[in-house]
């Protein structure tokens, strides 16, 4: 492999400045038309490319942008991750993405790596251990030494920065309320992530539903399986021992597991028991039955956050707006999980 030329060899071959072959190879008026083509046509030959570390240094910009999300199985980060590149691509940008696992200790050695110039802004969507400990630190610190963070779907409320969140509450509320308006009245809610945010507030979107229609709450039916648990075990017992006419999979994995399950005991869909699942999976589009969803519009997410932090590292020096919360709001898609609206 041939190494590369640098600006200081094709200086020196010219006998000239660095300046010089710099300004000749883009284009400046301040060098003669015959120069200029003797570096071009030698940095052509000799396959010259910029070095865009230098460059950046030389700029205080990396035009890139550190993305840190606490995984990529779920469809709706893969969703918010096209929109990011999707944005980031169409303003020059490129993004460095690391996935934390849900685990603090990686997020914070991930802030602190980023940390040292890579990148001219953040986008985060915080661990759970992160939320369970509230632990901030490591993202205040980043603000003040590195540049500005943009968090998205898992977010401290505390902190002082942009955020891009979903309306959990109104997401949760919409789907029980479409269950019961089909006639379910024992519904259940599933999920295996921690006792988060936005855990709580779909719960709570639940609980409201059930008060405004009048129905009496089964606690029962709100289950919330902790890791170590086996899901199969809960949702069987849940079914045998519960009566259930719903249920709302709070992620992807809750859903097509608990509609499975159901199946497998010979529970028919929709007519025993309805099903709504969280993010527009394209999995849900192909199950059997297909399966009614509520869309976060994962893509459109990402693309306000990128837009959102380019904004503040585009304007850093001058007079900022201030932090705003951005709230999106979902759409519910009926499929075949779901019976119909009768009246």
Do not use: W
Request: glycine share 4%; with cysteine; hydrophobic share 35%.
């Amino acid at each position: 492999m041939n190494k590369k030329i640098t600006l200081k060899q094709i200086a020196k071959e010219f006998n000239t400045s660095i300046a010089t072959v710099s300004k000749a190879l883009k284009d400046s008026h301040d060098i003669s038309t015959a120069t200029k083509t003797k570096i071009k046509n030698y940095a052509a030959l000799h396959n010259y490319k910029p070095n865009s570390i230098a460059l950046s240094l030389l700029n205080k910009k990396t035009k890139t942008i550190g993305v840190i999300m606490p995984t990529i199985l779920n469809h709706f980060f893969v969703q918010i991750f096209n929109g990011m590149e999707q944005a980031a691509n169409e303003k020059g940008y490129n993004l460095i993405t690391i996935i934390s696992n849900g685990k603090l200790e990686k997020e914070i050695t991930s802030i602190n790596l980023l940390e040292n110039g890579i990148i001219d802004g953040l986008l985060i969507s915080l661990c759970e251990e992160a939320q369970s400990k509230q632990h901030i630190s490591h993202i205040e610190n980043f603000i003040k030494n590195a540049g500005p963070v943009v968090m998205f779907d898992r977010v401290f409320d505390s902190l002082d920065t942009d955020k891009i969140i979903v309306d959990d509450f109104n997401c949760s509320y919409k789907a029980t309320e479409h269950l019961i308006k089909t006639g379910c009245k024992n519904i259940a809610i599933v999920t295996v992530l921690d006792y988060l945010g936005i855990v709580k507030l779909r719960i709570d979107g639940y609980l409201k539903a059930h008060e405004d229609y009048n129905i009496p709450v089964n606690k029962k039916l709100i289950s919330l399986i902790k890791k170590e648990y086996d899901f199969e075990t809960e949702i069987k017992t849940m079914l045998d021992y519960q009566k259930v006419d719903g249920i709302i999979g709070l992620e992807e994995y809750s859903t097509v597991e608990s509609m499975t399950i159901a199946q497998n005991r010979g529970y028919k869909i929709p007519e025993d028991i309805s099903i709504i699942g969280f993010t527009n999976s394209e999995m849900f589009k192909y199950c059997k039955p297909s399966i009614s969803c509520i869309s976060q519009h994962g893509v459109f997410m990402g693309q306000i956050a990128v837009q959102k932090v380019i904004e503040r590292i585009e304007n850093e020096g001058k007079e900022q707006s201030e932090f705003e919360t951005k709230i999106i709001k979902a759409s519910l898609i009926e499929r075949d999980s779901t019976k119909k609206i009768t009246s």
